[in-house]
């Protein structure tokens, strides 16, 4: 098999001879764009990029209107964690913390943590939210506890980010799936974990999507779908950020404004995108709730 070191991209996949579909994601570029806004910790950068990596596993195998997060909050000195891949395939994420962050960081010790899956559109007023039981150490394990309260279907799921590299991939095993030799072969599940377990994460990083999947699967006939790209990408708007500082009321907006001098200016903390309003630009939007605002300031 030829292989292209492809990043950025998510694949689809199907185990013919075992009956098991698959999605693989592996992201350069994207996650080094993610990674580098913050002096992230090393224990809390590879989970903010198995984070990354699964939200664009999780869109693999649906049909996305709008877009599909993860969010983690705790008490504890990891305060968020949140990213999201879109139905564009953009992706973006952050972490807040405070030191010392525990070693190991496990998901399980997080005093009052509470995770959460939300898929769809808050625009178009269509989102589902599922809560993810944190009683497992790590994310990996934990996603696979969700799939299994959730669709009652068992998945597997491996997960792994360095400093330049984020990779997840995902298996589930599906009644149906595959053609006749699938369904009757009652060990195939057992025997694609198996083989998944010989996975080490250096590997899965190191390896191209096509040769990972070919060392891993090749005597279980893998059969690819077309690629889907992913890059980075931020949501942000100045209508959105309009709608913010509308939500926040004429006397703060007023307040901000003296404070800077007649300038109100507001940085994305995903992209670092600036948005300025003057004080006539903060009047417009005071006064004209829900209309869209002029671009009459440099941003």
């Known amino acids: 098999m ?19 579909r698959g999605v693989l994601v592996r992201l350069g570029p994207a996650w080094r764009e993610v990674a580098g806004r913050a002096d992230y910790p090393a224990s809390l950068r590879a989970l903010l990029g198995q984070s990354l990596a699964a939200s664009a596993l999780l869109t693999g195998n ?15 000195a990891l305060r968020l964690l949140f990213t999201e891949c879109t139905d564009r395939g953009r992706l973006r994420g952050l972490a807040r913390w405070s030191d ?9 010790d997080l005093p009052g943590a509470v995770m959460a899956i939300t898929i769809g559109s808050a625009e178009r007023g269509q989102r589902y939210q599922g809560l993810v039981d944190l009683h497992q150490p790590d994310l990996a394990r934990s996603l ?5 309260q959730s669709e009652q279907l068992p998945a597997r799921i491996v997960l792994a980010a360095d400093g330049e590299h984020a990779v997840g991939l995902m298996l589930q095993r599906l009644p149906g799936e595959g053609g006749h030799d699938a369904v009757q072969d009652e060990d195939a599940w057992s025997r694609i974990e198996h083989l998944t377990a010989t996975l080490g994460a250096d590997e899965m990083l190191a390896t ?18 077309e690629p889907r790209p992913l890059a ?11 709608a913010m500082l509308r939500a926040l009321g004429r006397e703060e907006v007023e307040a901000a404004l003296a404070a800077r001098d007649g300038e109100i200016e507001v940085v994305c903390e995903f992209c670092a995108q600036r948005y300025t309003f003057d004080r006539i630009d903060a009047e417009h939007l005071l006064s004209s709730p829900g209309g869209s605002q002029p671009s009459t300031t440099a941003q």
């Open 100 to 108: 010392p962050l525990p070693e190991p960081l496990a998901l399980a």
């Open 208 to 225: 191209a999507p096509e040769q990972l999947l070919y060392r891993l699967y090749h005597e279980e006939n893998v059969r690819l779908f």
């Open 232 to 242: 980075f990408g931020c949501s942000c708007t100045r209508e959105r950020v309009s």
């Open 2 to 20: 030829e292989t292209i070191l492809v990043e950025d991209v998510l694949h689809r996949f199907l185990l013919e001879r075992a009956g098991v």
């Open 144 to 148: 696979e506890a969700y799939f299994v």
């Open 62 to 76: 649906i049909k996305l209107d709008g877009a599909l997060s993860i969010e983690l909050k705790s008490t504890g």
